[in-house]
């Protein structure tokens, strides 16, 4: 490509991307790169005073899922004080390196540009404790000392003060440590000087609001071709054209058309962040809405694939289901690795799956609560069902149970200590963090195979730990473990401690190193790494339903108990689907298929019991009712009537029954009575 030639590409990329407008910024803005990033920062610190709160998140990250409406919810509810933005450590590396992001949900809050405080996990109290905290800091730092104010207070107090000692006193404070890269007297160096000027002399200097509220805020482009333009756009389009830079991009340099171009990407990346926001906002659309008199024919606890399956199928039966569930989607969203044993599913991914199997439920009536089930009361019928966020219950009448299972941990010294620094039990959410370091995993199964392969991709080695000599996962997952070449297996052997050291200023602890022992010799070696993720199976999350009286499988302590070779429970009503009553297969698609079953049961458990879905009846009864009204009104006119589609040919068969029994009468009735009344209407003619 010659010299002439790239500038010319470079012009056209730029006019294609260059109708812009500009709109209000999105209620949780995406970050698609450094530059974007640290251009937000700037532009908040120096232009509008917000603070910035980040998530730094991943798509296969339950944890994440679950704390994302969390995030929006409080985003629209402080939209007019702090900028919320979202930051997808597998896409960011740089930015998860820069403020040491070691585990997800990591929150971490900008105040002028600079870390303010950071806290990872979902926790919603923490959240908003924190976000308060920087909204209250950044309101009382919107001040602003400036020079006329300071001479007039001089002037009136200590007029011994002359102009250069009072420009002096100023540019001291504007280049404070507190205001550095602020060249005025902001903040908290204003308020500190305020403050001893009042000491002094009993009165301190007035300050001024250093933003205003609503000013620059909102200015964030996007991209449309169907808006008008305003007037402003109008002169700033005017402005442009009369630019040479931008007038005629051919004779720009190639630096002045990079700079263009990251430019005017950073509004396409506006627009995105829009669309991704209109997008959250069509979820609400499907949100569950309580206050209505009935009782839900069927509700379902759990959003995997058991939980979903269940959903289509009670929805195309006209149930209407409710589906509970945070919106992590069971262990299915955690797979790294491609689905490859799903049927009808090929090189794609367990989100993928998970988002498909919602969008077909949605399709056909599904509503979902985004919400964690704490109990279930089955002493009186209806069944009422409680959640975290409110104390009012959901009343059903039957209930399908597919929480699935929660992952299990080792309980050794430093385990629980470190998570969030480098302890965790799931290597899609945190492994793309340990880029280029050195982890270990420790299991045997599925999981533990899964887990190895998704961070040997990024990590320099991978140590998987098993206490057998063999492995308990499927033949062809752990034979790509133990022929990848960045995985070291090591057999026999435990880890029988984590070691934890402090990074930087902060009390924050990180994983340094791990004691392994080995189970047959006795022998133990600690070895260095900086993430420990445990992979070594999981209980069923049945932990509410310890109240309800429902039977547990004996043989597999936490596991539902199902009977007759069905999804029913000791309870009628309740129906178990996918791992909490499947202790054998515990598959996606034996998940799948359970819940479908599942919801076959209860759709014919609620037609026995003369159950169903009372609003809908009582809805088609209505319009029953409306419709024999109206019927019966059409029949009585037809007959009063003279009807133009009978002579029309149009009629149908009752209709045309009706005439011929018309005709027959006729034809049977005698001709002097029809002279008579022609006489009689003939005299009242001649009477008139």
């Known amino acids: 490509m010659d010299r002439l030639t790239f500038p010319l590409i470079l012009t056209a990329v730029c006019l294609i991307l260059s109708s812009v407008v500009v709109e209000a910024r999105p209620i949780v803005r995406s970050i698609k790169s450094t530059h974007e990033f640290d251009r937000l920062l700037e532009k908040h610190s120096k232009e509008t005073g917000l603070p910035v709160i980040a998530d730094f998140y991943s ?5 994440c899922r679950m704390m994302a409406p969390i995030f929006k919810k409080l985003a629209k509810e402080k939209k007019d004080e702090a900028v919320f933005i979202k930051i997808d450590t597998n896409a960011q590396y740089e930015l998860s390196g820069r403020y040491s992001v070691r585990s997800i949900p990591t929150f971490v809050f900008f105040h002028n540009g600079k870390k303010f405080q950071e806290f990872s996990g979902a926790g919603e109290q923490q959240l908003r404790q924190y976000t308060d905290m920087i909204i209250g800091k950044s309101k009382d730092e919107n001040v602003k000392l400036t020079l006329e104010s300071l001479t007039a207070y001089y002037a009136e107090y200590d007029a011994s003060k002359d102009a250069d000692a009072v420009q002096s006193l100023l540019n001291k404070c504007a280049g404070s440590k507190a205001n550095k890269n602020v060249e005025e007297c902001v903040g908290a160096s204003a ?7 009042k000491k002094k002399y009993k009165k301190g200097p007035k300050l001024v609001p250093r933003f205003v509220p609503g000013e620059g805020a909102d200015a964030e482009p996007t991209t449309t071709t169907e808006q008008q333009p305003s007037s402003s756009s109008k002169r700033s389009k005017s402005k442009a054209n009369n630019d040479p830079k931008t007038a005629n991009l051919s004779l720009a340099t190639m630096e ?13 990346r506006d627009a995105e962040a829009d669309a991704e926001d209109d997008e959250d906002e069509n979820e609400d659309l499907h949100a569950f809405q309580r206050g209505s008199p009935f009782p ?9 694939p058991a939980g979903l399956s269940a959903a289509i199928y009670a929805a195309r039966s ?5 589906v509970i569930a945070p919106p992590m989607g069971g262990q299915l969203l955690g797979k790294g690795v491609d689905v490859e044993n799903y049927p009808g599913m090929f090189n794609v991914t367990g989100p993928e799956v998970v988002s498909s199997m919602r969008a077909q439920a949605i399709e056909f009536g599904t509503t979902f609560e985004a919400d964690i089930v704490t109990r279930v009361d089955t002493s009186s019928r209806p069944f009422r069902v409680y959640v975290n966020e409110t104390d009012e219950p959901i009343e059903t009448h039957a209930i399908i149970v597919a929480t699935g299972a929660e992952s299990n941990w080792l309980g050794i010294p430093g385990e629980y200590e470190l998570r969030g620094g480098g302890v965790s039990s799931c290597a899609i959410c945190d492994g793309s963090i340990y880029k280029g370091k050195d982890v270990v995993i420790v299991g045997g199964g599925d999981a533990a195979m899964e ?11 991978v140590t998987l730990v098993h206490r057998r000599k063999e492995f308990r996962a499927s033949k062809i997952l752990a ?3 133990m022929e990848h070449p960045l995985i070291t297996i090591r057999w026999d052997t435990i880890v029988t401690e984590i070691v934890g050291e402090s990074i930087d200023d902060d009390d924050k602890r990180v994983v340094k190193s791990a004691v392994l022992s080995n189970v047959v010799t006795g022998e133990m070696d600690t070895i260095p790494t900086d993430a420990v993720f445990v992979a070594i199976g999981h209980t069923p ?13 004996e043989a597999h302590p936490g596991y539902l108990m199902t009977y007759e070779g069905s999804t029913k429970t000791s309870i009628p009503g309740i129906f178990a689907a996918g791992d909490v009553s499947d202790a054998i297969y515990r598959q996606a698609i034996t998940s799948a298929g359970s819940g479908a079953a599942a919801a076959l049961d209860a759709e014919r458990w609620l037609s026995e019991e003369g159950l169903g879905n009372e609003a809908a009846e009582m809805e088609a009864e209505l319009m029953a009712e409306l419709m024999s009204e109206s019927h019966a009104h059409e029949k009585s006119a037809a007959d009063a009537h003279y009807n133009v589609y009978e002579d029309a040919g149009g009629a149908n068969a009752t209709t045309k029954a009706r005439r011929k029994d018309k005709a027959k009468n006729k034809d049977k009735s005698t001709a002097p009575p029809q002279e008579e009344v022609m006489v009689e209407e003939d005299e009242s003619v001649l009477e008139l």
């Not at 990079?258 to 990407?265: K, L, P, V």
């Not at 887990?451 to 080695?461: H, Q």
């Open 296 to 304: 839900q024919p069927v509700t379902i606890i759990g959003g995997g």
């Open 451 to 461: 887990d190895a392969l998704v961070l040997a991709r990024t990590s320099s080695s």
């Open 256 to 268: 002045e058309l990079q700079a263009e171009i990251e430019r005017r990407m950073d509004e396409l």
């Open 541 to 553: 999350a049945t932990q509410f339903l310890n109240n309800a009286n429902v039977q547990y499988n």
């Open 191 to 197: 308020f500190n000087l305020t403050r001893k000027l």
């Open 59 to 63: 798509d296969g990250c339950g944890p």
């Open 318 to 322: 006209g149930l209407s289901p409710v």
């Open 479 to 481: 034979q790509r473990v």
